[in-house]
T-cell receptor, first 114, second 114 residues
């Protein structure tokens, strides 16, 4: 079993839809949770960063972390064609040393259609 | 520089040849990471450098893989006697020592072994 599980998709939605992306994980030591967006032939770009459980909102994006269930989510409101990309969840145990290594999900490919 | 720079962006090599991939991190970022991304898979951790500390090499898949970093600047990842299963995108990322938000990734080197 992988440490971080993520549905690879693809997920196709119409423009304007609310998108829900999710990851589950097995290591309770993870404290820091991130969502990255990766366009084709580009490196991952940080979208959202959350410490421990709770919600964080940034514009059209909301990240949720439920540590009791080992479950994280990313919501995208009013989705746009420019949101079409692969979304990777990532997490780590700490900020320094070996604990700062990120463990990634496989990524979910999202396509927002006109 | 303004971002993490990786070169070359693409590399095609024959099986059995050695290759060297380069990463220029963001100026002032003391931590540097190498990841590998195979087609349809998440990012796999390879190696981590933090300042003058001994690198964390726990993710290197075999002794054909090695990496060096000069102080807090450029890093090179070397793959000796390349195999077809080494074909992947090799991504470099850097971050400040204090962590905080997630890493900044480069655009990667796409390696194809034929």
């Amino acid at each position: 079993q992988k440490e971080v599980e993520q549905d690879p998709g693809p997920l196709s939605v119409p423009e304007g839809a609310i998108v829900s992306l999710n990851c589950t994980y097995s290591n309770s030591a993870f404290q820091y949770f991130m969502w990255y967006r990766q366009y084709s032939r580009k490196g991952p770009e940080l979208l959202m960063y959350t410490y421990s459980s709770g919600n964080k909102e940034d514009g059209r994006f909301t990240a949720q972390v439920d540590k009791s269930s080992k479950y994280i989510s990313l919501f995208i409101r009013d989705s746009q064609p420019s949101d079409s990309a692969t979304y990777l969840c990532a997490m780590r145990q700490g900020n320094t040393g070996t604990a700062s290594k990120l463990t990634f999900g496989t990524g979910t490919r999202l396509q927002v259609m006109l | 520089g303004a971002g993490v720079s990786q070169s070359p962006s693409n590399k095609v090599t024959e099986k059995g040849k050695d290759v060297e991939l380069r990463c220029d991190p963001i100026s002032g970022h003391t931590a540097l990471y190498w990841y590998r991304q195979r087609l349809g898979q998440g990012l796999e951790f390879l190696i981590y450098f933090q300042g003058n500390s001994a690198p964390d090499k726990s993710g290197l898949p075999s002794d054909r893989f090695s990496a060096e970093r000069t102080g807090e600047s450029v890093s090179t990842l070397t793959i000796q006697r390349t195999q077809q299963e080494d074909s992947a995108v090799y991504l470099c990322a850097s971050s400040s020592r204090t962590g905080g938000s997630g890493y900044t990734f480069g655009s990667g080197t796409r390696l194809t072994v034929v």
